[in-house]
């Protein structure tokens, strides 16, 4: 039996699945993250992400971000505080989870 995700459908709002809203564009910042993924990835180049940019690439939530790094699934670069994933590991992973 598949799994079926809720919407709310009332009061003209989306039909998108719950929680989905997170993982599109929310701000002309947001559209500036996914340019410059876009730019990177088109010039061949290996860009830091961090958790945000993660989110609105992969379509994953920050705490499936956090949770991949504590079992070693994505191996991540600290910049203080912060954590930053390499593209190219997210995407060598992304295709693993995939099959390809």
């Known amino acids: 039996m598949a799994h079926q995700r809720y919407t709310f459908g009332f009061t003209g709002e989306s039909s998108r699945p719950l929680g989905e809203e997170r993982f599109s564009p929310q701000n002309e910042a947001d559209y500036e993250r996914l340019a410059r993924i876009a730019a990177a990835e088109a010039a061949g180049m290996d860009l ?13 939530s920050r705490k499936t971000v956090y949770r991949l790094v504590r079992r070693g699934v994505l191996t991540e670069k600290r910049i203080g505080r912060n954590i930053r994933i390499s593209k190219r590991a997210l995407d060598s992973m992304l295709s693993q989870e995939i099959g390809g």
């Open 48 to 60: 830091l992400l961090d958790v945000r940019d993660i989110e609105l690439y992969a379509h994953v």
